[in-house]
């Protein structure tokens, strides 16, 4: 069955230090999407990504995030400046149809980031 | 104010038993209602989707219910399995939007 990869599973940081988070989505999907879940709290909207560009974006991803789609695979996530409040388990997803047409949304497995 | 409500935030039932999760929202103009499980360290994974016009969807053991009158929806989970321990995550969208309104989650335990 399709999925959606993540790597790395786990990365240590040190404040300030930037870091990468890789994802695969299902290869036929056309939007692509980065949320993050802070240890015991909701899962919060980061970006849309549709068409090679952004397509929305929520107030947490503020300029120390980017988002880039470098070939027709791969989609990073990348936080400039780490800081200690962006420990978190960041999920990527991607959907065939998009979600206003109640397409199906597909969640990888999550890179954890850890910031020292 | 989170637009969705979950209740109860955990509970703790009997392998082969049922219980209710459920959830209220506010978020307007409604477009569909999702009900994922988390497993502990993993992404969410599907289990409905439903829409305006469905009252109810099951998939499997697992029965959602949605009443866009009052804004609130259900999960139902039959005779339930140790592998049933998850959080389920009910996840609201507006229409002409692509973001999704998430909920804390309700933390269901399965014991033996």
């Known amino acids: 069955e399709p999925e959606v990869t993540q790597t790395p599973s786990h990365q240590v940081t040190q404040m300030g230090q930037e870091v990468i988070l890789r994802c695969v989505p299902i290869?036929?999907?056309?939007?692509f999407y980065w949320y993050r879940q802070i240890l015991g709290q909701k899962v919060e909207f980061l970006v849309s990504?549709?068409?090679?560009?952004?397509?929305?974006k929520s107030e947490i991803f503020d300029d120390q995030f980017s988002v880039e789609r470098p070939d027709g695979s791969n989609f990073t996530l990348k936080i400039r400046s780490t800081k200690l409040e962006d420990s978190a388990m960041y999920f990527c997803?991607?959907?065939?149809?998009?979600?206003?047409?109640?397409?199906?949304?597909?969640f990888g497995e999550g890179s954890r980031l850890t910031v020292l | 104010k989170n637009q969705v409500e979950q209740s109860p935030q955990s509970l703790i039932i009997l392998e082969g038993k049922n219980c209710t999760l459920q959830?209220?929202?506010?978020?307007?103009?409604?477009?569909?209602l999702r009900w994922y499980k988390q497993d502990t360290g993993r992404g969410p994974v599907s289990l409905t989707i439903?829409?305006?016009?469905?009252n109810t969807k099951s998939n499997g053991r697992y029965t959602a219910t949605l009443d866009a009158d009052t804004k609130q929806s259900s999960l139902h989970i039959t005779a339930s399995q140790l592998s049933d321990s998850a959080s389920y995550i009910c996840?609201?969208?507006?229409?002409?939007?692509?973001?999704?309104?998430f909920g804390k989650g309700n933390q269901v335990v399965v014991i033996p």
């Open positions: 997803a991607s959907s065939g149809q998009g979600l206003k047409n109640t397409g199906e949304l597909f």
């Open positions: 290869s036929n999907h056309l939007y």
């Open positions: 990504f549709y068409n090679n560009e952004i397509s929305e």
């Open positions: 959830c209220n929202y506010t978020v307007s103009p409604f477009s569909n």
């Open positions: 439903m829409t305006f016009s469905e």
């Open positions: 996840v609201v969208s507006a229409k002409g939007n692509n973001r999704l309104a």
